[in-house]
């Protein structure tokens, strides 16, 4: 579904990654991680929201909350140095 009928609130499988075609280029800037690492995980702008809302311990909002939201952790791994 589109909407939840009656409202403009995108329905419960709008972001489902089967619905998105196109592949955009996020870069994380880090000190601490594993350079070069490639993650072909689905993200969404709600990733970066449960990343910063799961660092502190924080309730999810929104989509953050969807069991397939995942937080960009593999991405901000330490390295072994």
Do not use: Q, W
């Amino acid at each position: 579904m589109d909407v939840y009928p009656g409202t403009l609130l995108p329905g419960a499988d709008c972001y489902r990654p089967g619905n998105f075609n196109d592949k955009v280029v996020m870069i994380v800037i880090t000190n601490y991680g594993v350079r070069g690492r490639v993650d072909s995980h689905f993200y969404n702008h709600y990733s970066l929201l449960k990343t910063i809302e799961a660092a502190f311990d924080l309730p999810y909002l929104g989509h953050a909350a969807d069991p397939g939201t995942h937080t960009l952790a593999p991405l901000l791994v330490p390295n072994d140095d």
